[in-house]
């Protein structure tokens, strides 16, 4: 009985600590905007994606910038997404579908302004999609983000 009870509290020790690793004990919501700040979200550029979507590969960590071309209806059928449509300063058109169920919306999106953006790249011949464009919760993903109009969403 004994041995049971060791077990048993070794195994909510583990839990305990797992779900501190993961924030869950925080008083800051996880998916809160930041403000951009000098880092990796200033130094990308479009050169991976050019070189992915011509080769036609998927599954690969990309970030770059460009232009909201056109801003998409909201999908909220299951995980709610935005869905914009970004041209690269190659013309190389850009569909993101952005995560609203883990990170947050972003506010006043709007054609013709800049946006930056790291996530994850599938090939399709308008040009590809990101997804992706947020932290992993299960901590197993790269984090993306979106940047725009001087905030980081995340």
Request: charged letters at 20%; proline letters at 3%.
């Amino acid at each position: 009985m004994l041995r049971k009870l060791f077990a048993l509290v070794g195994l909510l020790g583990v839990v305990y600590a797992l779900a501190v690793q993961h924030g869950a004990f925080t008083d800051r919501p996880v998916a809160a905007a930041a403000t951009v700040a000098s880092g990796e979200a200033a130094h990308c550029d479009n050169s991976t994606l050019a070189t992915v979507f011509h080769e036609r590969r998927s599954r690969v960590e990309v970030c770059g910038d460009g232009v909201v071309e056109k801003v998409l209806r909201e999908d909220l059928q299951g995980s709610r997404h935005q869905r914009f449509i970004v041209r690269l300063a190659s013309g190389q058109t850009i569909y993101i579908a952005h995560n609203m169920d883990i990170a947050p919306r972003i506010e006043n999106l709007r054609a013709g302004e800049p946006l930056g953006f790291r996530g994850e790249y599938e090939w399709n011949g308008q040009g590809g999609i990101i997804h992706w464009t947020h932290h992993d919760p299960d901590g197993r993903h790269p984090s993306g983000w979106i940047r725009y109009d001087g905030r980081l969403y995340q």
